[in-house]
T-cell receptor, first 115, second 117 residues
Framework: GENVEQHPSTLSVQEGDSAVIKCTYS??????FPWYKQELGKRPQLIID?????GEKKDQRIAVTLNKTAKHFSLHITETQPEDSAVYFC??????????????FGTGTLLAVQP | GAVVSQHPSRVICKSGTSVKIECRSL??????MFWYRQFPKQSLMLMAT?????????EQGVEKDKFLINHASLTLSTLTVTSAHPEDSSFYIC?????????????FGSGTQLSVL
């Protein structure tokens, strides 16, 4: 089955700096890669996702890149703000005909943005 | 975005009792829902896939008789933790799949913190 690894487990940056979180996956059939932000005791919130037919996607300060050959994808947050502090999870899934199969999550990254 | 409601948000029960957790998609129909378990400072571990009108598919290592899943309608899936024990204490969270071609997404419930005494 699919296995998703995520690094680093913790990341501390200064406000205004960039943060990069990396994930690798094992199943070459996976074609959908979402990123979630989870604050303590709350539900994961989808912040950005990418499908295997594109290599990069950007939404304001957040971007995701995908390298299918190497089977890894990354989350980039620019101009970080204290409110970006949370746990971030990557995930991978096989999506057939628009229907996402089960999501397999990475181990999470605790991002701390120091003011 | 789509709304997924999960109830209760927190439950404390005695060892040996059963606890039912509900997951509802409020503004869309969800033929498929997923149940996850999350320990403190850890990732979300998939427990089972809940399919409307059919049996749930459990992940390896998850006891189907321990964690009963029922998906009787297109908007409701329930997870019942039977004969709960302290080791079942955890954060349980559901997600519902909203279909729609290229815009298909998964949305999460708010989670249930279960504490078994």
């Amino acid at each position: 089955g699919e296995n998703v690894e995520q690094h680093p487990s913790t990341l501390s940056v200064q406000e205004g700096d960039s943060a990069v979180i990396k994930c690798t996956y094992s199943d070459s059939a996976s074609n959908y890669f979402p990123w979630y932000k989870q604050e303590l005791g709350k539900r994961p919130q989808l912040i950005i996702d990418i499908r295997s037919n594109v290599g990069e996607k950007k939404d304001q300060r957040i971007a995701v890149t995908l390298n299918k050959t190497a089977k890894h994808f990354s989350l980039h947050i620019t101009e970080t703000q204290p409110e970006d502090s949370a746990v971030y999870f990557c995930a991978a899934s096989i999506n057939y005909g628009g229907a996402t199969n089960k999501l397999i999550f990475g181990t999470g990254t605790l991002l701390a943005v120091q003011p | 975005g789509a709304v997924v409601s999960q109830h209760p948000s927190r439950v404390i029960c005695k060892s040996g009792t059963s606890v039912k957790i509900e997951c509802r998609s409020l503004d869309f129909q969800a033929t498929t829902m997923f149940w996850y378990r999350q320990f403190p400072k850890q990732s979300l571990m998939l427990m089972a896939t809940s399919n409307e009108g059919s049996k749930a598919t459990y992940e390896q290592g998850v006891e189907k008789d321990k964690f009963l899943i029922n998906h009787a309608s297109l908007t409701l899936s329930t997870l019942t933790v039977t004969s709960a024990h302290p080791e079942d204490s955890s954060f349980y969270i559901c997600s519902a799949r909203r279909t729609g071609g290229a815009n298909e997404k998964l949305f999460f419930g708010s989670g249930t913190q279960l504490s078994v005494l």
